[in-house]
């Protein structure tokens, strides 16, 4: 088995105080794997993905990113640790180019030198930005801007990348292109951490899976098996028993 990426143990997290938003969140995330959660609505999973960033309070429980406690470390600090994030919304600059915004994925590290060989290693993973490198990220489709958001996080050349419902308002197509692009992502060495609505596409690019409800993980397991589960059809992928 590969090593421990990022480990999270009964974590609890919350927002305002005295309101736990994560109530004893446990998951494991191997070094070169891809994990989804699920779950519906308001479960979570943004703040679990925010609280492994160091963007909202840990209250108690603890998250390891290669054996390492990154609990309390401040956000800026995560990127240098390793560890880039995707928000869901509000991801990149959109009056800067394809190629400015590129460009401040790596600010954080100060390597000015190499800059221009960063972004133009994006461009070969990402040759639709290439293209469009001089436009306004602003004026791009919208997997086009998601892959801005990818690659800009990609700068920062994360050991862990977490995305935030990467294919929310894609076209089934557009999806499709975009979670290939996760998997060429994992196949240079980056372990990745999933949060999806989408959970037919999720699972099918993703090797183990959780499901996260009221705050806790409630089940998990690979994703072949979610895919199959009658209990996650019916509660995720839109498949209901008895008509299908
Ligand atoms: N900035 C915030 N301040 C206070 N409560 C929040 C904030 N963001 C989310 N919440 C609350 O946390 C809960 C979980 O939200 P979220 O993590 O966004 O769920 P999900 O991503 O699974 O839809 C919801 O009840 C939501 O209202
Ligand atoms: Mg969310």
Redesign the pocket.
Known sequence: MNASALAVQDLVAGYVPEVNILRGVGLEIRSGEIVTVLGP?GAG??TLIKAIAGLVTVRSGSIRLFGEEISGVAAHEMVQRGLAYVP?TDNIFARLSVEENLEMGAYSHGRGITLRDEVERMFVLFPRLGERRRQASGTLSGGERQMVAVARALMAKPRVLML??PSAGLSPKLVGILFGKVREVRELGVTILL?EQNAKAALAISDRAYVLAEGRERITGSARDMLASPEIGELYLGVRRGLS
């Open positions: 609505n999973k943004s869901q935030d419902e949060v």
